[in-house]
C-alpha cells in the first residue's frame, strides 16, 4: 500500500477536473465545503480526513469511467477540491522545519 504522500502526488485526473479543482481550492472553506462530502469527520487530523476524500474520490473515478448514470461532475469536482486544499495543508505542515527539543524529539519550529 502507498503512504500519503506518495497518493497525493501520483493521483491523475482530465486536465478539466483537475484545473476546476485547483480554482476551486483557493475558496474552499473546510468548516462548510468538508461536512458536505464527509459529515461525521469534522475533528479529525488532516491525514484521517485526506484517507477518506481518496477513498470517496475514487469512487467517484469509478462511476465516471463506467459512465454510471449516478455519476456527478459537480460532486467529483467538490471531492477533488477539498482534496486539493486538504493536500495543500497536508504538505505543507509536513515541510515546515523541525528543530530537535532537549530529550532529541523534533518539534516544529517557530
Same mark, same amino acid.
Given at each position: 500500500m502507498q503512504d500519503l504522500r506518495t497518493r497525493l502526488t501520483t493521483l491523475? !485526473? =482530465?486536465?478539466?477536473? &483537475?484545473? +476546476?479543482a !485547483?480554482? /476551486?481550492a483557493d475558496d474552499y472553506i473546510r468548516q462548510r465545503d468538508l461536512k458536505r462530502l464527509l459529515? %461525521? +469527520? =469534522? %475533528?479529525q487530523g488532516t491525514g484521517a480526513i485526506l484517507m477518506q476524500l481518496l477513498d470517496l474520490e475514487a469512487t467517484q473515478e469509478r462511476a465516471r469511467l463506467g459512465?454510471? =448514470? /449516478? *455519476?456527478?461532475? &459537480?460532486?467529483h469536482v467538490a471531492v477533488l477540491t477539498a482534496l486539493s486544499a486538504e493536500s495543500r495543508l *497536508?504538505? &505543507?505542515s509536513r515541510s515546515q522545519p !523541525? !528543530? &530537535?527539543t532537549k530529550n532529541g524529539a523534533p518539534q516544529d519550529a517557530v
Amino acid at each position: 500500500m502507498q503512504d500519503l504522500r506518495t497518493r497525493l502526488t501520483t493521483l491523475h !485526473r =482530465p486536465r478539466l477536473l &483537475a484545473r +476546476t479543482a !485547483r480554482i /476551486g481550492a483557493d475558496d474552499y472553506i473546510r468548516q462548510r465545503d468538508l461536512k458536505r462530502l464527509l459529515p %461525521s +469527520t =469534522p %475533528s479529525q487530523g488532516t491525514g484521517a480526513i485526506l484517507m477518506q476524500l481518496l477513498d470517496l474520490e475514487a469512487t467517484q473515478e469509478r462511476a465516471r469511467l463506467g459512465q454510471n =448514470p /449516478g *455519476y456527478s461532475f &459537480a460532486r467529483h469536482v467538490a471531492v477533488l477540491t477539498a482534496l486539493s486544499a486538504e493536500s495543500r495543508l *497536508y504538505l &505543507a505542515s509536513r515541510s515546515q522545519p !523541525r !528543530r &530537535a527539543t532537549k530529550n532529541g524529539a523534533p518539534q516544529d519550529a517557530v
